[in-house]
């Protein structure tokens, strides 16, 4: 049925919650999962000398993430991927879902209210309303 899952973490609980259905799921129909970490790069947040030693950090932070979910889905006999991106949140998954086809993106959401979503978006609902695949948003 899903033959390849996108699972997008951010050390949220609402994303580790994600994880851990991606992982069910990958097991259940035998699939290939890819895990993905997306760091907001500079481009998004000015150009100072703090900026990029934040942006170093936060990458340091997502490798230690990232490792720690594919060590958990290798230990769940899971076939899995690991990506780092820099970019914007929400349109570097939608990118990365749509230019490698995946069959699933699933996703943790930060359970904002419907007026603040309407507001300010949220990566959630952004990958939700563009990628070509079904999105699933584990709360």
Do not use: W
């Not at 997306?38 to 490798?63: M, P, Q």
């Amino acid at each position: 049925m899903f033959s390849r899952i996108l699972v997008a973490v951010d050390g949220s609980e609402s994303a580790k919650k994600a994880f851990e259905k991606s992982i069910y799921l990958a097991q259940k129909c035998n699939s290939k999962l890819d895990v993905i970490h997306v760091v907001l790069d500079s481009t998004y947040g000015g150009d100072s000398a703090t900026t990029f030693e934040l942006i170093d950090e936060l990458k340091e932070r997502g490798i230690k993430l990232l490792e720690q979910c594919k060590n958990q889905a290798i230990k769940n006999n899971v076939l899995v991927e690991t990506l780092l991106e820099l970019g914007d949140h929400a349109q570097t998954i939608i990118d990365i879902a749509n230019k490698n086809n995946y069959d699933l993106i699933i996703m943790g959401s930060r359970g904002m209210s419907a007026f603040k979503e309407l507001l300010l978006g949220s990566v959630s609902f952004k990958v939700m309303h563009h990628a070509r695949c079904p999105v699933m948003v584990v709360r």
